[in-house]
């Protein structure tokens, strides 16, 4: 199967491919298939101070955030710190889907960091051993239920706005094209390296631009600078 990326949001899903992986991968399986631990909710393994995710046969996660939460209508930053997923895949197996942000919809799962159902997909992509994919931790994603083998993948939560060739304005930036322009007055007090994310639909009654049939994104900014 071929991976799909929606041509308009090119610019914040990375896809690459790490040939010293994909070469290591199935000594790194056999390490993490003996080694693998409960942790949480998740099966992992330790490999030289990177993480390896496993699901298993049945399992699966649904619509989520990586950083964000959302509940009764109220889109939290529940995670600061984490501005880059990446994924390095070890294994073949179910694929990784992101989609729209879709604040009219309920939360697919009562749990932290679950999501609502997305209007739009926006991206599929096919795990093979080797191939790696980043992107903003505040976008839509699921692993297309349900997982049929023993799924394994390196998982980072980058903690800088900086991470290879990205940055923290190419994160201000992502979205920017489709959205309208509007003005924020917030009295709330915000540290640096802060992440504030706004719907455009949600904004106030004069912009509610959730009356007109235009997909929902969101507007985010981090702050860089503080007022002295």
Known sequence: ???????????????????AVAQSSTKIIKHCESNVIRYGNQWRCDVAGKIAILLKPGEGYEWHFDNLDFTKGILNHARKGRYWTHIIYLTEGK????????PDSARVLETD??????????????PEPGKTIVFPCFMVHRIQPIVNNHRWAFVDFVSTPNYKDKSAKDLENILRDNLYGFSIESHNKWNL????????????SSCDFSKLNNTSKLFMTIVTKLKT
């Open 1 to 19: 199967m071929e991976d799909f990326i929606d041509p308009e949001w090119l610019d914040c899903i990375h896809l690459d491919f790490n040939e």
């Open 95 to 102: 694929p990784l889907e992101i989609g729209t942000w879709n």
């Open 113 to 126: 960091f679950s999501a609502p159902e997305p209007k739009h997909i926006i991206a599929r992509i096919y």
């Open 193 to 204: 390296r802060d992440i504030f994310v706004i719907d455009r639909a949600k904004i106030h």
